[in-house]
């Protein structure tokens, strides 16, 4: 498609992206196949960490259409900057914007025109459908945003008073739903610096500067995307803070405007916004408590393991120490036997010693025997010599030794005869 220029350019689309590589295509290809194309899309990427930047990049080659334009921050510089540049750039006789993990239906920019036109309207937003990361309808899984959004568009409804609902809670839901003409920007001019409520702020203002605004109730053209890494998710509990700092910034703005309904209206803001605060604190604390659980329960694993470990030990000592005991009362039994056999043996000792005593007295008295026996032999032995060299023994042994001759021829044996 040829690039539009100039006069050509009837709506500027501002498109933020920051790390929405999973869905940036998706929301550039829903703004290129609009039934109306006189418009122009300048996508700014706000110096993502994530494929962003490439996915844009291939998405503009793949298509070719003059009408895209891309831009890329060196450093981060946040949502309302963002669009504020894209707003700085813009062209068209209207200005819309559209997140990069939003949808348009392809009736989005005809329809909104169309009413436009028709009413004179200044500033116009629709309904939504409610869409999950995959890109698929999520209101059953939401079902607290949706009871929360259905009771403000019912409020809307009731009266067709687009501050009260606003005052009651921001019913736009987000700037990927804002659709203004371009007085509307001259006049009220750029996004505040503000992270989660610069959208509901700038609808505020824009109904301050006395602007028509509408609500398309039951015109559902834009696919509002829920997931786990929404910037109103982000912290919520900062992002209540911000909510209530700024509604309560407005009260004396507002002073003029008030009448008993949107006084209500502002009372259950600020009371469901002290209701979240606590729910959220909650929260946050539970959070809290289950990262730290989160890090604690290794660190119990690890003690129950030392316990265990402690436990084991100290039977091991337990047991060690009943085997210890055992010996000891082992030791005190061979104690005991020794003891015993000792006093035995002193006992034995002493016998022994009396034994030596008696044997050393039976000795002596041995040897007393002993040393008579000799003496007697001794005498015996002077007397057989004196008895032998005595003149009568030779004398009778000279007698006999004849007939003991005979006698031992007798019994046939040789006589030996003793000197």
């Known amino acids: 498609m040829a690039q539009v220029t100039g006069g050509d350019i009837k709506v500027s689309i501002i498109m933020p992206a920051f790390n929405h590589a999973q869905w940036v295509a998706q929301a550039i290809e829903s703004v290129l196949v609009q039934s109306f194309g006189a418009f122009e899309l300048i996508v700014i990427d706000d110096a993502s960490s994530d494929a962003t930047w490439d996915v844009i990049q291939a998405v503009r080659h793949a298509r070719a259409d003059g009408r895209l334009q891309c831009i890329r921050h060196a450093s981060n510089q946040g949502a309302p900057a963002t669009i504020n540049e894209g707003l700085r750039h813009a062209q068209g006789e209207y200005l819309a914007i559209i997140n990069s993990d939003d949808v348009w239906d392809e009736q989005r920019l005809a329809r909104l025109l169309s009413v436009a036109a028709a009413e004179n309207q200044d500033f116009l937003c629709t309904d939504v459908t409610l869409l999950d990361a995959a890109s698929q309808p999520s209101a059953a899984q939401e079902p607290h945003w949706m009871a929360w959004f259905e009771a403000l568009k019912q409020d809307y409804a009731a009266h067709a008073d687009l501050l009260t609902t606003l005052l009651r809670g921001n019913f736009l839901i987000t700037t990927s739903n804002f659709f203004f003409h371009r ?200 007397q057989q010599f004196e008895l032998r060299n005595s003149r009568a023994f030779r004398l009778g042994e000279s007698v006999l030794s004849p007939l003991r001759y005979l006698r031992q021829l007798v019994k046939g044996s040789t006589l030996c005869l003793k000197n």
């Open 183 to 382: 007085r509307v920007y001259a006049q009220v001019g750029e996004f505040a610096e503000l992270r989660y409520v610069h959208d509901y702020d700038y609808a505020l203002r824009v109904w301050d500067a006395g602007f028509a605004m509408r609500f398309l109730a039951g015109d559902a053209l834009l696919g509002y995307r829920l997931h786990g890494t929404n910037t109103i998710r982000e912290k919520p509990l900062a992002a209540i803070e911000e909510n209530t700092r700024l509604l309560l910034g407005w009260l004396p703005c507002l002073e003029t405007a008030w009448n008993a309904q949107r006084l209500q209206a502002v009372q259950a803001q600020l009371q469901g916004l002290y209701r979240y605060t606590g729910e959220e604190w909650l929260t946050a604390v539970h959070l809290r408590l289950v990262a730290k659980e989160q890090e604690l329960l290794p660190l119990i694993a690890d003690r129950d393991g030392w316990i265990a470990e402690r436990d084991a030990l100290i039977q091991q000592l337990q047991q060690h120490l009943a085997q210890y005991q055992q010996w000891l009362h082992e030791r005190d039994g061979w104690i005991a036997e020794r003891d015993d056999l000792i006093q035995q043996q002193g006992a034995l000792l002493t016998e022994r010693e009396l034994w030596v005593r008696q044997r050393d007295q039976w000795i002596d008295e041995r040897n007393g025997w002993i040393a008579e026996r000799d003496s007697l032999i001794r005498q015996l032995q002077q």
